[in-house]
Nanobody, 120 residues
Framework: QVQLVESGGGLVQAGDSLSLSCVAS????????MGWYRQVPGMQRELVAS???????DYADSAKGRFTISRDNAANAVYLQMNSLKPDDTAVFYC??????????????WGQGTQVTVSS
């Protein structure tokens, strides 16, 4: 069993910054990648940013220049620093990770989600 626990969401004003954290725990053999997705009601969950074990990073166009993803491999943690937030960033943010529980078994895992609300 693997668990992802997120923290750091909240209510901020446009232009403010917010930092999200996610820690993976449980039966972890190796983490392939970790990332952040977001979802608004009625819409599909979309990638915000991801980072793999080698440090390669992928950002959604909407996140480029404003958001920074980082990872602490020793702590099995991933972080998302969000600057210059806009009301359009309002969503539930989900931590995601692709994790090997054994040398041959891997799966995708999700956190419970954390609400980010940006007021204008």
């Amino acid at each position: 069993q693997v668990q992802l626990v997120e923290s750091g969401g909240g209510l901020v004003q446009a232009g403010d910054s917010l930092s999200l954290s996610c820690v993976a725990s449980g039966r972890i053999f190796r983490i392939i990648s970790m990332g952040w997705y977001r979802q608004v009601p009625g819409m599909q969950r979309e990638l915000v940013a991801s980072i793999n074990a080698g440090g390669a990073i992928d950002y959604a166009d909407s996140a480029k220049g404003r958001f920074t993803i980082s990872r602490d491999n020793a702590a099995n943690a991933v972080y998302l620093q969000m600057n210059s937030l806009k009301p359009d960033d309002t969503a539930v943010f989900y931590c995601n990770a692709y994790i090997y529980e054994s040398p041959t078994q891997w799966d995708a895992y999700w956190g419970q989600g954390t609400q980010v609300t940006v007021s204008s």
